[in-house]
């Protein structure tokens, strides 16, 4: 059964960082696309970082260039989302999620980042940007 279980949200000061995790199972992690989404509260979840299967390949929208990194430890079978430099309109509750129906996207294309893709899908956890 595919499972996925985020965690290391909070309160943080604008400028600070937070990592957060992707906890997976009932399948690995290097098998799918696994993507990190947002949503803030009346707006609509968005798509922000995204890592591939097999060679992990990861792919940003142009909001968190830069200051994201999203990455994998197979033998943790955990994906994680590295988020400095942040602002308060980072506020949102952040979910991982992945496509087990393997739709293949090219390189850099923002298909990778619809919601509708993705199948599988964490409860979420809430990141806080404020002094």
């Known amino acids: 059964q595919v499972q996925l279980v985020e965690s290391g949200g909070g309160l943080v000061q604008p400028g600070g960082s937070l990592r957060l995790s992707c906890s997976a199972s009932?399948?690995?992690?290097?098998?799918?696309?696994i993507g990190w989404f947002r949503q803030a509260p009346g707006k609509e979840r968005e798509g922000v970082a995204c890592?591939?299967?097999?060679?992990?390949?990861?792919y940003y929208t142009g909001s968190v260039k830069g200051r994201f990194t999203i990455s994998r430890d197979n033998a943790k079978n955990t994906v994680y989302l590295q988020m400095n430099s942040l602002k308060p309109e980072d506020s949102a509750v952040y979910y991982c999620?992945?496509?087990?129906?393997?739709?293949?996207?090219?390189?850099?294309?923002?298909?990778?980042?619809?919601?509708?893709?993705?199948?599988?899908w964490g409860q979420g956890t809430q990141v806080t940007v404020s002094s």
């Open positions: 890592i591939r299967a097999g060679n992990g390949g990861t």
């Open positions: 009932g399948f690995t992690v290097d098998s799918y696309y």
């Open positions: 999620a992945t496509d087990t129906l393997a739709h293949y996207f090219p390189p850099d294309d923002p298909g990778m980042f619809l919601p509708k893709v993705y199948n599988y």
